[in-house]
T-cell receptor, first 116, second 109 residues
Framework: NAGVMQNPRHLVRRRGQEARLRCSPM?????VYWYRQLPEEGLKFMVY????????ESGMPKERFSAEFPKEGPSILRIQQVVRGDSAAYFC??????????????FGPGTRLTVT | GQQVMQIPQYQHVQEGEDFTTYCNSS?????IQWYKQRPGGHPVFLIQ?????EVKKQKRLTFQFGEAKKNSSLHITATQTTDVGTYFCAGDNNNDMRFGAGTRLTVKP
C-alpha cells in the first residue's frame, strides 16, 4: 500500500513563474492537508480539502495561492507569480476521516520549492 | 483561533541525558498528537493522547496529557543519537488541528 506521494520532490522556479505541487493521498483517504515549512521552522497549516471541496483554507495566503482536490486525480497546490519568500518545503498529508477523528495524519515526503 | 505553543525551540543534549518538550494550547483539546521529523525527512506520527491525565509509553519515550487537556509533554529517557530530529505536537480542538512550532533535538555522542 503506497504511502502519500508528492511530486516533484524538488522544484526550482524563477520569480514570477508558477509552481504546481501535486499530492496523491494514501489509498482510501479522502482528506488532504497542505502544510508549509520554512527552513528551521515548524509546520504551518495552509488548507484542508476533501474531494471537490475546500473545507478550511484559513492558512492560505489570500493572493497567488490556490488548492484543489478534484474528483479524479491528485490534489494540486498552485502558487502563481512565485517570489523568493515562497521558497520552503511543502508537505501534504492525508487521513481516512476528518482530521483528528481517526488519529494520525500520514505525511508525504514533501516538495522542496526553491525560487531563484 | 486556536494556538499551540511548544517549548523549548531547541535542545542540545549529551547522549544518555534526558530530554523533555512541552506543548501548551490556548484552548481545551479533544486530543493531542505527537510527530517526529528527522533532518531532511517528513513528519511521522508517534502517538495520540485522548483522555485527561493520560500517560503512554513507547520504550524510552513517555507522553503525558494534562488533566485540563490543554498541555502535553514528551519525555525521552537516556537519549541516543537516533533520537535527533524535531518533535512536533499537534492539538485537535473539535477537528481543528494545529501544529506547534516543534522542538529541535540534537544529541552529542
Amino acid at each position: 500500500n503506497a504511502g502519500v506521494m508528492q511530486n516533484p520532490r524538488h522544484l526550482v522556479r524563477r520569480r514570477g513563474q508558477e509552481a504546481r505541487l501535486r499530492c496523491s493521498p494514501m489509498k482510501g483517504h479522502s482528506h488532504v492537508y497542505w502544510y508549509r515549512q520554512l527552513p528551521e521552522e515548524g509546520l504551518k497549516f495552509m488548507v484542508y480539502l476533501q474531494k471537490e471541496n475546500i473545507i478550511d483554507e484559513s492558512g492560505m495566503p489570500k493572493e497567488r495561492f490556490s488548492a484543489e482536490f478534484p474528483k479524479e486525480g491528485p490534489s494540486i497546490l498552485r502558487i502563481q507569480q512565485v517570489v523568493r519568500g515562497d521558497s520552503a518545503a511543502y508537505f501534504c498529508a492525508s487521513s481516512p476521516t476528518r482530521q483528528g477523528a481517526s488519529g494520525e495524519q500520514y505525511f508525504g515526503p514533501g516538495t522542496r520549492l526553491t525560487v531563484t | 483561533g486556536q494556538q499551540v505553543m511548544q517549548i523549548p525551540q531547541y535542545q542540545h543534549v549529551q547522549e544518555g541525558e534526558d530530554f523533555t518538550t512541552y506543548c501548551n494550547s490556548s484552548t481545551t483539546l479533544s486530543n493531542i498528537q505527537w510527530y517526529k521529523q528527522r533532518p531532511g525527512g517528513h513528519p511521522v506520527f508517534l502517538i495520540q493522547l485522548v483522555k485527561s491525565g493520560e500517560v503512554k509509553k513507547q520504550k524510552r519515550l513517555t507522553f503525558q496529557f494534562g488533566e485540563a487537556k490543554k498541555n502535553s509533554s514528551l519525555h525521552i529517557t537516556a537519549t541516543q543519537t537516533t533520537d535527533v530530529g524535531t518533535y512536533f505536537c499537534a492539538g485537535d480542538n473539535n477537528n481543528d488541528m494545529r501544529f506547534g512550532a516543534g522542538t529541535r533535538l540534537t544529541v552529542k555522542p
